[in-house]
């Protein structure tokens, strides 16, 4: 099956702001965006309540503006991978949604995100998302981060009770963050979103929504990340982007940093068969003009193929299937204790001295990373 | 009660060696180590099997070291408070112990940890540590990490059968790095050890063992990580020092690099009852002397007691606490949905607007940490 | 002489935006900031030109606000430390301002900078601030950096000019920064700057402006830097704030991070002479209130007081003195070679042996340090 | 010209030893070394002088072990690219060399450069490298930093002089690294290297020597810092690697990591027409055999000339010359200022809402990279 590509509507929305200056594009019309990116060959799209529909926007007019986009997505065929709710850009979010300290801003905020689902199940989505863009601290002594946990999961648990009831079909996937745009963000990774899901009323429900940049800011191995949540059954949506380690959120477009981590990273998705969308949560560089926000995302889809077909190609060549050999790659998927008894083992200990002088031939494995890489094997 | 500190003998016995140059500062007789952190007020040490008795010592001479050591243990009152494995030092671990490429290096590592076991529990350990020091790859190819993963979890189960056939009242904690000595290491921070532990056997059986040094190296909160392990129940040891955010393992004295972060720390173990040890995992500066050494170990007890009086007595001022009302930090406290249904709460979601304007005072709150910090206040 | 603290516009005035969500607070009418700044007992305030005069407004206009402001400085007393142009908000400053690869932006920004220039010197600023906030890129292959250093040259030595021509007073400051909003920032350190500034026709006439957040947002040691800055003679100004390592430019307010750091600075600073402004390039967390922003404001001053008056007890106390000794932290000032010839030094490594025993004492002091930070000596 | 490769003895010599485990390969013979280095193709090696001579070797040892290597080197048709002085290795350097606290230390740190800068004469190194791996602190009290600067000229100015007096053809560069094995480094980048040089006596004999880990470690851009000392006629040597950014010091094969930074420097080395060595300073990954060691000294040359090759054939495609003429590339090379007036730019500078539109093709530009690097165009 080909990969199902899809986009935000704020990824190529993106006008181009940062902290320091304003917009440099006009807005898009969700609708042109949506006709734009099935000319590219995305699957679909996805968005936030407030991409499609603003704050503030009276009931009449949000139906409207519901059809008419539901209309845009028929005729261009195109699907609707995720929904979220916009938790993080409304004043009254600044400190925190579900863990906002003001039980009435948390309030607001699982209310927001039930309108917010019933949009999602409207347009057909498969994954709701939750990104905790403002559950965290500058100041830690603000908040107790047991409290903080205990908020959230009634929050996720009350959600997806309202999902059962509603009869949606929705699975939801949680966005891990170490911070920006606050201090210190909960649930800063995939295993402690991992560890997170596991104390809900609901687990089977709820999976990760992992994205390269966020992990990349932590300097952990996106791979290692995405392996642990496939391992769990529980990578159930993924963003691409690429990001520098230990910066500010980028979201360049995928495959700009790191060429290597995201040549990994697909393989594993394809090797894993993940077959959710994959879905790209970048913008393009503040200094384009509208065309360059079209070569960015012909460029994410470009690399993603790309890499793909090296992954493909590497994974044939007699050379690195005898090189993965050598390094034992295949040997780590045997049990280690397969029956014996701690006598055995135990015993076995004295060989240490002995298993000491063996190599793994991770030179020449990585070596072949590289050149199917750079094309020259 | 007075907080039970611990040192691993492999600390003050630090002999000073790094990547760039040898030691500067002889070894120590684990017996005089005990005796000297006696007379320092310590409660107990910790040990990895090797730190006692060195690989390779015959059975007989092992008997005589561990006689020895109970002997210096008992006269110096000293407690033994957690017990591990040294499954990084020896070079046939240089691939990794329980996530070797090699079955033969899994096997003898399994087997090692049960003859460390063995000694731990002669030794009346209170917690068995697991740390993956060489459970990583720099090669990411070299490696599935779902195979490594499933490695992992078969040996902790077995492992941990084994203390339930043996009797031994041995709990364990993994304790999580993201990286050094291994480009990347499995199990990188406290949220992927806690999902970790959700999927073994006996996962009642285990818990975490965070150290500040090897979440900071990550940059994440190292508070809100143990926040998260208290919130589970599953902080059952810690590892107290510092460390610069982004650098290689600095292991420096506790409370020597970010006081606010340790001030917060402190204040957290203690208000959440926390009775484990506060070990330290630390040693003292590369250019010390042996009297450098006692200093330092002195220096991290003090900081501690320091850090706890300054908790205590922050605490307890009217300013704090009409801070911490201001925030809302005790509001957090409360359910949010507390049986309303949905209409209601997407009802209140029309409230944001309103919302917005209050303030949460945490400039005032974090400035009285400050304040209490430098005895200013 | 007490510390002259001074304050930017844009810093009390700060509005709340961030990458993630629009303002929470008002915008501040510049006149009443400078009231409340005097009120609080600051020295002074600094701006950008868009601050005072946003960009557009008519020159008839600009006369009236520019008047209007002097008044407020007048009748509250307080001075202009330091002026800068805003040459990153503007839209057309999105590839770089003296260093767009459009040469009409950079004539532009030339040409704008050497208006705000006029407007500073008319204020009575002591010093002309340069932050290359937009000189850089996210796709290095985009600009050599040969040719944009060339161009950056260019413009500050045509200004340098400028202000020799017009018989202003002011002396130049560079402000490195590493990253954010550019991917990669020319003249990323203080290092860097410094270089930058021994290439320039008017050396003399620049020095650099070290900001607490940028050097510490690349884990570089921001006293080492300032040192160096120091031994060079080109501390003309200091941007005081509080970061932590590896994130998105936070501008905490001073302290907020890294006490120890915090308190080596000020005691370098004040031992050193500095007579420049502390000037505080930092805001309120997002989410406080009005009332929040002057508890920020009076927060960077106290602990800037705070630590000073530290520092001065740490450096009376008879141990500190006994413990620098020890850790030969005055014997460093002394020459090392002092006319002795190439065989007498050849031969004195022989001793290299016999001097490895030393210890250095600097557990010791770094303990007398943290002490003196938590007031229990 | 063909790239000039050298290794040094310490990188295919490198035993596997790290902070947490000991050798896991046999030391090699230098003289082994050199003949496999020109088996595989290198140009030439390079020391520090214990690699050669250990500390403490008796002078005619020495001098029967120096003419061996010479045989070696002549046999085998390999010259000498750099040679250094170990500073950092002997316990008595615990403090630093010549910025230790003891001023016998610093005095046995310059003789024991200037016996090393014999060697390195006798051997006919081009160039003669400074890598303060100890001049730095981990408790900053203890120096200031001024004071350790002065020492740091002092020791260069007196080897400067040496060097002169001696007659020898040695050029001086300076190696920056921002921390490890100590807490911070001093002259921690690039840019702070090139500043100091232009502190010294003899400012024109002494250049930089920047390595990609570290400046990688600080999250530095590394094409844009060899921009900076190509661009003062600085750039005298190089050390070639790969390293993740905010960790340990990993000194990859290079072109294991961030491959577009690899392409995009050895593009800038080859494009402005660098002459020195390009010198690995690398070493095998620790779970390499010997074989290993051979295939990642293969493989860091290899993909130094498969990185030439695309950059050639990125620069000869019509597709990417259009691509940087739309970025505005060349435009940066031209004069921005030229001789107009200060009237004439004041002027322009209402041009900027004109030139706001532009949009420079950096996605473009950026995705050619990529497709060039993955060999799909």
Redesign the interface.
């Known amino acids: 099956m080909d990969p199902r590509f899809t986009f935000g509507l704020w990824t190529v929305g993106n006008p ?9 594009r006009e807005p898009l019309d969700p609708a042109d965006s949506v006709r734009k990116l099935a000319e590219l060959g995305a699957w679909g799209v996805s968005l936030h309540d407030d991409d499609l529909v603003p ?2 926007t009276a009931a009449a007019e949000r139906d409207r503006i519901v059809a008419r986009f539901k209309s845009a997505l028929e005729e261009s065929g195109l699907g609707v991978g995720m929904a979220t709710t916009n938790l ?8 925190g949604a ?15 995100a ?2 917010s689902i019933d949009l999602g199940a409207e347009l057909g989505a498969e994954v709701y998302v939750f990104w905790g ?2 559950e965290g ?15 959230y999961r ?2 996720i648990d ?1 959600l997806a009770d ?1 999902v059962v ?1 509603q009869g949606y079909e929705l699975r939801f996937a949680l966005e891990p963050k ?4 606050r ?2 963000m ?11 899901i ?2 809900l009323n609901r687990p089977e429900m709820v999976g990760v929504n992992p994205e390269v940049a966020h992990e990349t ?5 996106f ?3 995405v ?2 949540a ?3 059954g529980k990578l159930f949506h993924i963003d691409l982007n690429a990001q ?7 979201d ?2 995928f ?7 995201a040549f ?1 990273l697909v393989r ?1 998705l394809e090797r ?1 068969g993940y077959e959710g969308p994959r879905h790209f949560d970048a913008h ?10 079209w ?2 995302a ?2 994410c889809m ?2 993603y193929l ?2 793909a077909e ?1 992954a493909r190609h590497f994974d044939s060549l007699p050379e690195v299937r005898e090189a ?1 050999s050598a ?3 295949t ?7 397969d029956g ?1 008894g ?1 006598d ?10 002995a ?13 072949l ?3 199917v ?4 094997r």
Chains 1, 2, 3, 4 share one sequence.
């Open positions: 181009g702001r940062d902290p320091f200056g304003g917009p440099t704050w503030g993080f850009g409304h004043p009254a979010f600044k400190d579900f863990t906002s300290n003001d039980r009435a801003v948390r309030r607001a905020a699982v209310g927001k039930m309108r863009g403002r601290t500058e100041a830690a002594v603000a908040k107790d981060p047991r409290d903080a946990l205990d908020r009634e929050a009350v309202y009831e170490p911070n920006e745009p201090g210190d909960f649930l800063p990774t995939i295993g402690h979103a991992l560890h997170f596991g104390t800011m932590a300097g952990l191995s791979v290692h990340g392996g642990q496939l391992w769990a520098r380690i230990g910066r500010y959120d980028q360049f477009r495959g700009a940093e790191d060429l290597k981590e990994l594993l894993a393009a560089y503040r200094n384009e003009d509208p065309d360059g926000v070569e960015f012909a460029g470009r690399t790309a890499l090296r993965l390094a034992g790659a040997e780590l998927a045997q049990p280690t204790v014996s701690p055995d083992l135990k015993a076995e200990a004295d060989a240490l001295d298993l000491a002088a063996r190599g793994y031939a991770n030179e020449r494995l990585d070596q990373v590289v050149d890489l750079l094309g020259v």
